[in-house]
């Protein structure tokens, strides 16, 4: 299967899309090629390969796991999400920051109108997930938050 072209792999993929199909398996008797599709990108195994899906799945239980300390804080509005008061001031919190419930820890910008947001729990910041200044929906997730 090591010999099989890449234009060969396209073509197959092609078929795959063009017939709504979510896989295909082409077996020698050395090797097993799988390409898989979820309706998007398919995704191209062989036997080696299975053993870093393995080990893949087990990252994703895993961080499942860590994740269950922490506290997602969500958006209450849309508008522009930003970290700091001012350009030139430093940000309200950074991962690895201790908050306080009550706490400022960003502001969102709605038609004009600059909103404080205030952290809901105590905790420290485990991530930040929206970048300063980029646009913020309800609901979405702006930061997680670790639980004490």
């Known amino acids: 299967m090591n010999n099989i072209k890449t234009e060969y792999i396209e ?8 017939n709504e199909l979510t896989e295909i398996t082409l077996e020698d ?7 898989k599709s979820n309706g998007y990108k ?17 990252k994703e ?19 522009l ?7 030139t001031d430093e940000p309200f ?5 201790y908050v306080k419930e009550g706490q400022t820890i960003c502001i969102i910008e709605t038609i004009k109108l600059m909103n404080n947001i205030v952290s809901d729990i105590s905790g420290k910041v485990a ?10 929906e309800y609901g979405q997730v702006m930061m997680y938050i670790e639980k004490e």
């Open 11 to 18: 073509k197959i993929i092609d078929i795959m899309q063009n």
């Open 127 to 136: 991530q930040i997930c929206i970048e300063d200044g980029k646009p913020v």
């Open 93 to 97: 919190v950074k991962v690895g920051d």
């Open 81 to 87: 999400f930003f970290s700091r008061p001012k350009p």
């Open 42 to 58: 398919p995704i191209i195994k062989n036997k080696e390969t299975k053993d870093i899906e393995q080990l893949e799945e087990n």
């Open 61 to 79: 239980e895993e961080n499942k796991e860590e994740k269950k300390n922490l506290i997602p804080i969500v958006s209450n509005m849309i508008g």
């Open 29 to 35: 008797s050395k090797e097993t090629l799988i390409i």
